[in-house]
């Protein structure tokens, strides 16, 4: 008897996320024949020497005998708790107890407050480039994501005419990565301001992707977009500890509600968030024990960030030995993990960077994520992840370097 092949869902048709995609499976057959591969392709702290604070450590450990049974579904009191203390600190006004739900990583969350607003057909600005999982999740819940350009010659801020052009009368939100991944912007008051008035002159709910707030280079300071927002605008604000507390793997994340008049017309969506995040009974509860003591405690991100700091040494080393490569340009980073790089149409004429990074793996051993896979519309851009040692990274783009020497398409 012949038997049809099983097809995976329709749904996921216009779903990718490259940043584990087709060239990472090339990456572990590589490594299942016994090769070394630098991975530069995802933002994962702890295989750099990136370890999670001891005082969190211990907070979970001693934590573990109390948390073996569910708990509300929103989340931990006590780590709910603390996220309005830090929303407070942050300036964001209005944001209570319920107003807050703590996730399986922001990833959980992101996926929960589309599918809560999404019809078939409705739009969802995001910025390109963007992570992607924004754009695949508002697939996924059968919306359709419209990327608004940002602009590279101004920092990578949005480019705000761009954004007007793209509202329709099917848009239903806009999406803000601030500070942003892949490009490292951290975006001006004024610029927020503005995507927030037209926000509101177009009625959008706003999400406010803020994993990084705390990884800030030079001096530069993040200001919340939900303490930006007027009380008539819901804001939905994400946060986690897996980036600026090193703690990935604990998938532990949150999401807040503020605005005080618009959380009132919002009844009706809010409802949605309950029940979806009730259906999933409720985050990992071990890892919640880590919430109040990362919020509350010594902030130990400051010694990466500021001058003596690894992640600013490696900022820096990444940055000048990128624009020192005949042909290619990087933005230098203000925030977060990471580089993006343009190469020059006109000296390696790209046709195709998801082969350029496989090239790259095949013969440097080196592992990076394509620049379209972020949703950027051209050939041009790969992302990589500032991470390793310093060392490591000198040896990896003077690699790199030489690959785009004798590269060509």
Known sequence: MDTAPLRKSHKLDNVCYDIRGPVLDHAKRLEEEGQRILKLNIGNPAPFGFEAPEEILQDVMRNLPTAQGYCDSKGLYSARKAIMQECQRKGIPGVGIEDIFIGNGVSELITIALQSLLNDGDEVLIPAPDYPLWTAATNLSGGRAV?????????????????REKVTGHTRAIVIIN??????????????????EIARE???????DEIYDK???????????GALAGDDQLVVTMNGLSKSYRCAGFRSGWMTLSGGIAKQHAQDYIQ??????????????????????????????NDLVLPGGRLLAQRDITFEKLNAIPGVSCTKAKGALYAFPRLDP?????????????????????????????????????????LPWADQLDDALDRFARFLSRYRQ
């Not at 177009?202 to 406010?208: P, R």
Request: charged share 20%.
């Open 147 to 163: 990327h608004y350009l940002c602009d590279e010659q101004a920092d990578w801020a949005p480019d705000l005419d761009d954004v």
């Open 179 to 196: 500070p942003n991944n892949p490009t490292g912007a951290v975006y001006p008051p004024e610029v927020v301001r503005e995507l927030l």
């Open 202 to 208: 177009h009625d959008l709910v706003v999400f406010s």
């Open 215 to 225: 990884i800030l280079y030079d001096d530069t300071e993040h200001v919340a977009t």
């Open 272 to 301: 949605g968030l309950n029940m979806l995040a009730s259906m999933r009974l409720c985050a990992n509860v071990p890892a919640q024990h880590a919430i109040q003591t990362a919020l509350g405690g010594y902030q130990s991100i």
């Open 346 to 386: 006109n000296v390696y004429n790209i046709r195709d960077d998801q082969q350029l990074v496989l090239d790259l793996l095949l013969q440097e051993k080196i592992l990076l994520v394509q620049g379209t896979a972020f949703n950027w519309p051209q050939p041009d851009h790969v992302r990589i992840v500032t």
